[in-house]
């Protein structure tokens, strides 16, 4: 559908874990819109001298309720504003934008890996498979225990398998979520992979389904000012010399299109 202003209520915001907090905002025609993978782009008030719109992800977009679930990271001015956004408050948002996560055809099993505030598509991504009858499993991935967010969430949709990987051993398995994927795809005959997260990993992750010959869907970031295509400030580099939009023709792409 094509991106349009809306208006929301902030309904809850509240910490997830450190450094991550999961706002609920109430904006029925565009939780209605939105599709998996899709990214809204959020108007914080609170400092006129702040142009750009904010670009997130969400989790879960319930049309039956008119909500749209975000779990963002606090980690510059705009989202701190966010942060500190009070149930009631209001603004617009504009949505839906970019290109949701693709349900491959004849996919019986998949696996979805997320690192760091990642998760935030991976579980929108989740319930579009849950909802569509394909299995999976999931490798989540945190620098430590403390900002882990979705795992509790991936089960409850029906996740076979999550796999919890932290940087300092704190929660499940130390190390990275490539080491975990590695194991999942030794063992498993997955359709497709679907990953968000740090480009280092995405890239990994790449590889090992290459290697594997399994199909892979990134949900890339970059700093997307306009929103639309029309700024080119959020360029990826494609293999075959191109560039393409993150915000336009993604931000999910088929791995093999990208150029890491």
């Known amino acids: 559908m094509t991106a349009a202003l809306h208006d929301f209520t902030v309904v ?13 905002l109430s904006a029925p025609d565009l939780a209605f819109r939105l599709e998996a993978g899709q990214f809204l782009n959020i108007a ?40 500190q956004m009070l149930p009631g408050e209001s603004s617009t948002a504009v949505g839906p934008c970019g290109n949701p996560w693709p349900l491959l055809e004849g996919s019986r099993r ?27 499993d999931a490798v989540v991935g945190a620098q430590t225990g403390a900002k882990l967010w979705g795992t509790d969430v991936l089960e409850g949709l029906g996740a076979g398998t999550v796999a919890v990987t932290t940087d300092d051993g704190t929660s499940g398995r130390r190390g990275f979520t490539t080491d975990a994927l590695a194991d999942l795809l030794a063992n498993s005959d997955y359709d497709v992979v679907y990953t968000c997260g740090p480009e280092v990993m995405m890239a990994g992750v790449a590889r090992l389904c290459r290697e594997a010959g399994v199909a892979c869907r990134v949900s890339m970031e970059r700093m997307m000012c306009c929103g639309f295509g029309a700024c080119g400030t959020c360029n990826v580099a494609m293999v075959d010399g191109t560039y393409k939009s993150c915000c336009k023709d993604g931000p999910v792409f088929d791995a093999e299109e990208v150029a890491w």
């Open 110 to 136: 998949a696996c979805v890996v997320a690192g760091g505030v990642g998760i935030t598509p991976v579980v929108a991504c989740a319930r579009m498979l849950a909802d569509a009858g394909v299995t999976f």
């Open 44 to 83: 914080v008030p609170g400092d006129a001298s702040q142009i750009l719109r904010i670009p997130l992800s969400f989790s879960c977009a319930d049309a039956k309720t008119g909500t749209i679930e975000i779990v963002y990271a606090v980690v510059g001015d705009g989202t701190r504003r966010l942060s």
């Open 12 to 24: 809850s915001n509240e910490p997830a874990a450190d450094g991550l907090m999961r706002v609920v």
